[in-house]
């Protein structure tokens, strides 16, 4: 594998929704990160994943944190979407959020929320495969986000 440049296009084609998966840091700061890489992967025992990359300034919380959940964005949240893409630590100053029991950080707005323990987090390349068990979920009706050739989308545009 030499070019990586149309390996990323070529995995671009695979359209997605976008998440925001949102943990608290052990020093009890709200963390969030603009994921993709989101994934159903059992029904019983309720299993999802996502992928973090090793370089993520987040990186510690995430591997650390023993929940977190996965915020799934509606069409009409591209600018949440963008913020928290940002390297910044003050990202939650301007965000409206609610603290879950366990308290983690969860948006408003969105489409699809799911809850969950930190199940295993297995070493993958340059980034680590992080699988959550669901212990709460809460959906809305509304349309996605979708992310496609490394930009946003509605459906039927
Ligand atoms: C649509 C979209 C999907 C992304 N998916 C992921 C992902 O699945 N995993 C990941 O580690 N970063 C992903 N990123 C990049 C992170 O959001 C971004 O690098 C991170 O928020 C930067 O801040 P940090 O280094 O402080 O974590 C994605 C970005 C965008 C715009």
Redesign the pocket.
């Known amino acids: 594998m030499t070019d990586s440049k149309a390996f990323r296009r070529s995995l671009g084609k695979f359209a997605t929704g976008?998440t925001v998966v949102t943990c608290t840091d052990q020093d009890g700061h709200p963390c969030g990160?603009?994921?993709?890489?989101?994934s159903s992967v059992s029904l019983d025992p309720p299993l999802i994943l996502?992928?973090?990359?090793k370089?993520?300034?987040?990186?510690r919380a995430y591997l650390d944190a023993g929940h977190f959940a996965i915020n799934v964005l509606s069409a009409d949240q591209r600018e949440v979407?963008?913020h928290?893409?940002?390297?910044?630590h003050t990202l939650f100053d301007s965000i409206k959020f609610t603290l879950s029991p366990d308290g983690v950080p969860l948006l408003p707005g969105t489409i699809a929320t799911f809850e969950c323990r930190t199940h295993t987090i297995h070493d993958c390349g340059d980034?680590y495969i992080i699988i959550g068990e669901v212990h709460g979920f809460h959906v809305e009706d509304g349309d996605p986000l979708l992310?496609y050739s490394g930009g946003y989308r509605n459906i039927g545009d």
Do not use: C
């Open positions: 976008v990160i603009t994921a993709n890489s989101f996502w992928n973090i990359a370089v993520s300034n987040s990186l979407s963008t928290f893409a940002r390297t910044d980034h992310f």
